[in-house]
């Protein structure tokens, strides 16, 4: 079975850093077999407590074009009812990772391939790459989490010109939209995201995760459910240790300090 997609770990990586690498020349087309090895690849960074931090990258020239359309076009009405789910679903997995995730972004997020990286908690696009959601131009629409995801990230009118018209947007208007958090030259991408990831390597990883789960999952209730499981997050953090190591931190040697295990 070929390996399209690696967790990359120590070496050159940052403390903490774990990079899932997308390796499907020539661009990164999500088939099956690759959305299953990524799911696997999820699995594995939530349960690797040595990983703090995630990096999502699908190589120096492209991110992801999208699904496989020479796959897609061979599944019928009765195969897609079967695995629509499964590919939501599967994407879901990634977005649930309890780990700051980083994209990085090189030639294109396409399609799956946008909705890849809006499984992740920032995005970090090269100055040259192209975002979209073209499903409408081969009759479909997203349907990997996009119609979900990108109005919640960008605004339902933002998400509708997208999604009605399956532009492409430049990595500029991507930033002005807020479907990316950084634009820098292609080559900087995947060494800023790891700069990114490492700071958050750093930081107190139970934070950091109910951090994640109070935003995103408020994200879907209303406040009054948000705001219940903002305090029961907030309540379970006093029983930690990077609780105390932080409070002891800044009464013995001010903010910003404390450095935890
Ligand atoms: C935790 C587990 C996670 C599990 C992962 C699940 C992910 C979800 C995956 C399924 C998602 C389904 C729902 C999704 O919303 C549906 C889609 O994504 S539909 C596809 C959307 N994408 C597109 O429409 C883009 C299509 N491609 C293009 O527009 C252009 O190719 C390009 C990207 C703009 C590049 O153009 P060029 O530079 O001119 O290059 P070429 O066009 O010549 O392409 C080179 C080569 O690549 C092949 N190719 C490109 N894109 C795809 C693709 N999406 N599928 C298959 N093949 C693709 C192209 O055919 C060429 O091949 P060659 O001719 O050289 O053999």
Redesign the pocket.
């Known amino acids: 079975m070929a390996e399209l997609v690696r967790v990359e770990t120590g070496g050159t990586h940052p403390a903490g850093v774990a990079t899932i690498r997308l390796d499907r020349p020539?661009?990164n087309?999500?088939n099956t077999e690759?959305?299953?090895q990524?799911?696997a690849?999820?699995d594995d960074v939530s349960r690797d407590r040595a990983v703090r931090a995630i990096v999502l990258y699908g190589g120096e020239k492209?991110f992801a074009?999208?699904?496989?359309?020479?796959?897609?076009a061979g599944q019928s009405h009765e195969d897609m009812l079967r695995d629509a789910g499964r590919?939501s679903s599967?994407?879901s997995?990634?977005a649930a990772v309890p780990k700051p995730v980083i994209a990085a972004v090189t030639g294109?997020a396409?399609?799956?391939?946008c909705?890849?990286a809006l499984t992740a908690d920032f995005r970090v696009s090269a100055d040259n790459a192209?975002w979209g959601?073209?499903?409408i131009?081969?009759g479909?629409?997203?349907?990997?989490g996009?119609t979900q995801r990108l109005p919640r990230l960008i605004g339902p009118a933002k998400a509708k010109d997208l999604i009605y018209t399956g532009r492409?947007v430049d990595a500029d208007e991507a930033l002005a939209i807020g479907l990316v958090d950084a634009v820098v030259p292609a080559a900087e991408v995947y060494p800023t995201a790891l700069a990114m990831a490492a700071k958050f390597a750093t930081g107190p990883a139970l934070a950091l995760a109910a951090a994640k789960a109070a935003v995103d999952g408020g994200l879907d209730g209303d406040l009054g459910n948000g705001l219940r499981l903002e305090s029961h997050l907030f309540a379970s953090l006093f029983a930690t240790e990077d609780r105390a190591v932080g409070m002891r931190s800044f009464i013995e040697h001010g903010p910003g300090k404390a450095v935890f295990g």
């Open positions: 020539p661009m087309a999500l690759l959305q299953e990524l799911r690849a999820a492209v074009a999208g699904a496989d359309v020479k796959e897609f590919l599967a994407l997995a990634l294109y396409l399609g799956g391939g909705e890849l192209k959601q073209p499903e131009l081969l479909i629409i997203p349907g990997a996009g492409f």
